[in-house]
């Protein structure tokens, strides 16, 4: 298959809902359910955005990915 491309618009979509729900890690399901992007491409374009240190992925307790839009770039904080 070939890889999807991040376009701005894709990474302004995930980015957004990760940024707009601070202190929630997003599993790839939980993001795929909230942007409705296929769960294939939306990996591909969460690594793309990990690789630029856009979003942080984290391990949850229970073994999956999590990921999160970093502290410091949040808005309103110090």
Known sequence: ME??????????????????????????????????????ELAANLEDLLSHNLIIREPTDDGMDSYRFPDEFQRGTT
């Open 3 to 40: 890889r999807v491309k991040l376009t701005s618009e894709r990474a302004e979509t995930i980015v957004n809902l990760l940024r707009d729900n601070p202190g929630v890690h997003m599993t790839l399901g939980d993001i795929a359910d909230e942007t409705g992007l296929p769960v294939d």
